[in-house]
T-cell receptor
Framework: GIQVEQSPPDLILQEGANSTLRCNFSDSVNNLQWFHQNPWGQLINLFYIPSGTKQNGRLSATTVATERYSLLYISSSQTTDSGVYFCAVEPWAGGSYIPTFGRGTSLIVHP | DGGITQSPKYLFRKEGQNVTLSCEQNLNHDAMYWYRQDPGQGLRLIYYSQIVNDFQKGDIAEGYSVSREKKESFPLTVTSAQKNPTAFYLC????????????FGEGSRLTVL
């Protein structure tokens, strides 16, 4: 099956710093999403981004599907950005597109 | 409010007991998914359903069962055959089975004693 690798696995920042999270995938995919898992476990949708670049406030994302990677940028980080960031990609598998997750990047932002 | 409701949020069971986790959505979504998350791990797919009365096994279906009798409901049963059932279970749905954003419920945390 498809391999989804996220880096770095862990990241510690001081409030106000910028960061880049990366998602590499081993095969062609149809869709790609970025999620933030909050301390209570819920996954919050950040970006639905099969290709191109999107921005939402301090967050932006870029997917280069032909080179099989996506980047999530967090600028001016805040303590509320802490949590785990997942990317989910969708390869074609047996007749359907199946969302497949990476292992996540755990982010801690200190005040 | 439209959304995905999972219940219960926390559940404790003894070994050997079957457990059913509820997932209900009022978003009129066609596709629904069950994922399992272990500490420090990503999400692994248990079962998914693209349409009512049809469902497919995911990567880790052994020891689990599902049904999809209604569009809005996709319950997951964790059977006694599941060797290590303690985990965080997440239900998701989306509008059309092949494209579109995936949305998640708040999760159910199962602990088997």
């Amino acid at each position: 099956g498809i391999q989804v690798e996220q880096s770095p696995p862990d990241l510690i920042l001081q409030e106000g710093a910028n960061s880049t999270l990366r998602c590499n995938f081993s095969d062609s995919v149809n869709n790609l999403q970025w999620f933030h898992q909050n301390p209570w476990g819920q996954l919050i949708n950040l970006f639905y981004i099969p290709s191109g670049t999107k921005q939402n406030g301090r967050l932006s994302a870029t997917t280069v599907a032909t080179e099989r990677y996506s980047l999530l940028y967090i600028s001016s980080s805040q303590t509320t950005d802490s949590g785990v960031y997942f990317c989910a990609v969708e390869p074609w598998a047996g007749g359907s597109y199946i969302p497949t997750f990476g292992r996540g990047t755990s982010l801690i932002v200190h005040p | 409010d439209g959304g995905i409701t999972q219940s219960p949020k926390y559940l404790f069971r003894k070994e050997g007991q079957n457990v059913t986790l509820s997932c209900e959505q009022n978003l009129n979504h066609d596709a629904m998914y069950w994922y399992r998350q272990d500490p420090g791990q990503g999400l692994r797919l248990i079962y998914y359903s693209q349409i009512v009365n049809d469902f497919q096994k995911g990567d880790i279906a052994e020891g689990y069962s599902v049904s999809r009798e209604k569009k809005e409901s996709f319950p997951l049963t964790v059977t006694s055959a599941q060797k290590n059932p303690t985990a965080f279970y997440l239900c998701a749905s989306r509008d059309r089975g092949q494209v579109g954003e995936l949305f998640f419920g708040e999760g159910s945390r199962l602990t088997v004693l």
